[in-house]
């Protein structure tokens, strides 16, 4: 069965300085991997998805994700974060081929706290 | 605001009762998901559907059933609740048609079982 992971529950960051959450999953077939942002009493947004081609995706508000397929991983950055990114990043894959586009596995989530 | 509108936004009852969820879709969006998220599972995937037809189930226990209408509002039922049922329970719309497959998610319904 598919699995995302997620290797940090909790972060706490300084306004300005570098993220990176990380992001593996566990399936050997086709997929396509997306990474969506749920700001307090918000809904989820998506901030950026992997389809096929240029591995390193530009996303909404400077983020970027990067995916290595040897690694199975799919990580999430911003060179320099602000206090409005303070919200729970999720990573999520789906089977291209299983059907529905957003029959999404999703990982735990990843709570990112910025101080000013 | 994704347009997508879930209702109600809070929900408490108790054991044993049952529930209907209301997910009004963006419109033109065909296709309908619901997904659930609590503390011990985290979010999961329970059914979608697409243009009124099931088409893909999850971890939907069988207590649970859903249903889209031919206007494209989709209803889960949650019928013999337990405690462990209380979670936010999400849907999410998507036009699934050639490129146009972006998720858009509504503000869920917070059920609460007591």
């Known amino acids: 069965a598919q699995s995302v992971s997620q290797h940090n529950h909790h972060v706490i960051l300084s306004e300005a300085a570098s993220l990176e959450l990380g992001c593996n999953y566990s399936y050997g077939g086709t997929v396509n991997l997306f990474w969506y942002v749920q700001y307090p009493g918000q809904h989820l947004q998506l901030l950026l998805k992997y389809f096929s081609g240029d591995p390193l995706v530009k996303g909404i508000k400077g983020f970027e994700a990067e995916f290595i397929k040897s690694k199975f991983s799919f990580n999430l950055r911003k060179p320099s974060v602000q206090w409005s990114d303070t919200a729970e990043y999720f990573c999520a894959v789906n089977d291209r081929f299983s059907g529905g586009y957003n029959k999404l596995i999703f990982g735990a989530g990843t709570r990112l706290a910025v101080h000013p | 605001d994704s347009g997508v509108t879930q209702t109600p936004k809070h929900l408490i009852t108790a054991t044993g009762q049952r529930v209907t969820l209301r997910c009004s879709p963006r419109s033109g969006d065909l296709s309908v998901y619901w997904y659930q998220q609590s503390l011990d599972q985290g979010l999961q995937f329970l059914i979608h559907y697409y243009n009124g037809e099931e088409r893909a189930k999850g971890n939907i226990l069988e207590r649970f059933s859903a249903q889209q209408f031919p206007d494209l509002h989709s209803e889960l039922n949650l019928s013999s609740l337990e405690l462990g049922d209380s979670a936010l329970y999400f849907c999410?719309?998507?036009?699934?048609?050639?490129?146009?497959?972006?998720?858009?998610f509504g503000q869920g319904t917070r059920l609460t079982v007591v």
């Open positions: 999410a719309s998507s036009a699934d048609r050639g490129t146009n497959t972006e998720a858009f």
